[in-house]
C-alpha cells in the first residue's frame, strides 16, 4: 500500500496547488482532473498519467496502483471543485497517446478518440 502523505508540505500536493495557474501548467506541461469521471475519462482517453493521489479514507473505484494516499483534508484544500473529490491527478499535456480515428456518420465525418 502506498505511503500516507500528512503534510501540505509534500511535494505532490504543492505541485498541483502550482498548477492551478495557466503560466505553470504552461511552463510545466502539465495539467490537473479532479473526481473519478474526468480522471478517468483522461486515461481511457490516452493522456499520460504523472501521478494520483486519493482520498485515504474513501478510495476511488478506479484502479490507480501507484496513487498516493493523502489524508481528507489535505486533498480538500488543494481541491478547486466546490466538494472534496476522491482522486486527483496529474496527466502530462500534449496529444494523448491513444490515437483518434475517423469514421463516416451520414453525410458527417467524426473523429473518436
Known amino acids: ?31 490537473v482532473c479532479e473526481g473519478e469521471d474526468l480522471v478517468e475519462a483522461a486515461l481511457e482517453s490516452g493522456w499520460e498519467l504523472e501521478a494520483a493521489l486519493v482520498d485515504a479514507e474513501r478510495p476511488p473505484a478506479l484502479a490507480l496502483p501507484s496513487a498516493e494516499r493523502v489524508e481528507p483534508r489535505l486533498l480538500a484544500s488543494i481541491s478547486r471543485l466546490g466538494h472534496a473529490p476522491r482522486v486527483i491527478a496529474i496527466f502530462r499535456a500534449g496529444q494523448p497517446t491513444r490515437r483518434s480515428e475517423e469514421r463516416r456518420v451520414g453525410k458527417e465525418c467524426v473523429t473518436t478518440c
Open 1 to 31: 500500500m502506498a505511503r500516507l502523505i500528512t503534510s501540505a508540505a509534500n511535494p505532490r500536493l504543492k505541485l498541483v496547488r502550482k498548477l492551478g495557474t495557466r503560466r505553470q501548467r504552461e511552463q510545466l506541461g502539465l495539467f
